[in-house]
């Protein structure tokens, strides 16, 4: 669940930098997104990913209980953290 939740939170990273580029190439002002942007996005990703891991359990009680870790796994302080060192860096790019 960790190494899920670290691609997508770098998966994120990688397309806001690959729309920086995108913006300074064609000239125009850039501005990072919002925090809340960032999250949401990198929160659609790990759901993404989560429900790739789901349909692959066909037992019901490991599909609770995987479900069960992955929620608090996202509430953990370590997730939190790493999404916002990872804004604070996209941020200093800008």
Known sequence: ?????????????????????QALARGEPVKPPSFETFSTMATGLMEASKQVDLDRLKNLSMRDLFERTWAQKLLNYSTKKLLKDTYEMLSKRF
Request: hydrophobic letters at 45%; charged letters at 35%.
């Open 1 to 21: 669940m960790d190494v899920a939740i670290g691609k997508s939170v770098k998966a994120t990273l990688r397309f806001y930098n690959e729309l920086r580029k």
